[in-house]
């Protein structure tokens, strides 16, 4: 999954990223190369994300694929640091102001060789910023059965990561996460097909972020401080239907079931048409619903009787709800010369976040309530 896939679902702010996207692995037979940028930002003057991103994929014989990703993102704005309360007892949400300013560059290379039936990959890559570092190895295969009807897809990743909060120069804390991914795509018929992926993660080390504080009545401000471990589990299910009468339509139907011994439990529901239009164009409208409740030790401010060592007020862990509609549009053209396809795609989607569209939520926390949107544009070639 590309970074702005990645930061398209980060954005739409579930609890710990789970990479889910299992498709069948297949050799590359042709070159291309994909240019893609996306711009994030949050209403209220808040963080703005830009992402530059380009990949090169090349086949080399007639089994093994190599790819190389190189990404750059840059973030700038504001970020909520803590919550406190006024003297009416009302919680307000303090923001740092627009003084972040943030640059990331990654770089991940990848290998696959295709069998008859399975291909298998192996990868690795680095993401580095002035204050973060992650390494990451990953590995993974699919097998095509029953007549290619079935695929089974399975995967693994490991990642070792190094923090040096910039307000601590001299202090160095790391972490690990491993991931794993076990999936199913099954053709039903020639105008559907059902797909199924299971994700375990586990993430042990420093997990709490060095830049956000809590506030406890009475007392005055703590660090933001979590758990050493995390363990995570997603179910995403999707469903596919075409509609040849309807010019090779499809709807795309996923559920997405995520849960963490955090005590955060979130569901996704998304839906998107894609009509196919004369002239190899193609728009795609979507709707997205996300909701979660809270992590069991976030309170947006603590009392004075807290006596605990485990507390956050981070935005994130709190239970809300998003609403999102979006829509996207691609054009193919085929050459016949030395780039024998370009395709063009361009996407637009809008998300509106409050507390009270969490599931059996309120309006409790709409201080913290905004809204954000993602641009994002393509080009790939195939050579």
């Avoid at 409790?364 to 641009?375: A, N, R, T």
């Amino acid at each position: 999954m590309s970074l702005i896939n990645k930061l398209t679902l980060a954005a739409l702010a579930l609890p710990g990223l789970l990479v889910e996207e299992a498709q069948a692995g297949r050799v590359e037979e042709l070159y291309h190369t994909d240019f893609q940028y996306a711009h994030y930002e949050e209403s209220n003057d808040r963080m703005s994300v830009d992402v530059f991103e380009i990949t090169a994929v090349a086949p080399i014989g007639k089994n093994i694929t190599a790819s190389v990703d190189l990404v750059r993102d840059t973030m700038s704005g504001a970020s909520p640091i803590l919550n406190t309360k006024n003297a009416q007892g009302k919680v307000e949400q303090f923001i740092s102001g627009a003084s972040i300013y943030e640059q990331r560059d990654s770089m991940g290379v990848s290998l696959s060789y295709a069998f008859d039936d399975i291909d298998i990959n192996i990868g690795g890559g680095v993401s580095g910023e002035h204050d973060y570092l992650s390494r990451y190895l990953s590995t993974g295969a699919s097998w095509a059965f029953n007549d290619k009807l079935t695929t089974l897809n399975i995967s693994g990743s490991v990642a070792f990561d190094e923090i040096t909060p910039s307000d601590q120069p001299d202090v160095k804390r790391s972490k690990t996460s491993q991931q794993y991914l076990l999936g199913i795509t099954q053709i039903l018929n020639k105008n559907s097909l059902l797909q199924s992926n299971i994700t375990f993660a586990y993430h042990k080390g420093y997990l709490s972020d060095p830049y956000k504080l809590v506030y406890v009545e009475n007392i005055g401000t703590l660090a933001d401080s979590r758990p050493t471990h995390k363990f995570q589990w997603a179910w995403l299910t999707r469903y596919v239907q075409s509609f040849k009468t309807l010019n090779k339509a499809a709807l795309h139907a996923d559920y997405r079931l995520y849960i963490d011994d955090w005590g955060i439990n979130a569901h996704t529901l998304e839906l998107s048409w894609h009509q196919p239009i004369k002239d190899d164009w193609l728009i795609i409208p979507r709707f997205r619903y996300y909701t979660q409740n809270s992590a069991n030790f976030y309170q947006a401010v603590f009392d004075s009787s807290y006596t605990g060592n485990i507390h956050s007020s981070d935005y994130r862990l709190t239970g809300f709800g998003t609403l999102g509609v979006g829509i996207k549009l691609t054009k193919s053209f085929h050459l016949t010369g030395f780039i024998s396809e370009i395709k063009l795609q361009t996407a637009f989607d809008y998300n509106d976040r409050k507390a009270s569209y969490q599931i059996g939520g309120d309006s409790s926390g709409s201080f913290d309530d905004f809204s954000f949107y993602m641009l994002t544009a393509s080009i790939n070639m195939r050579f």
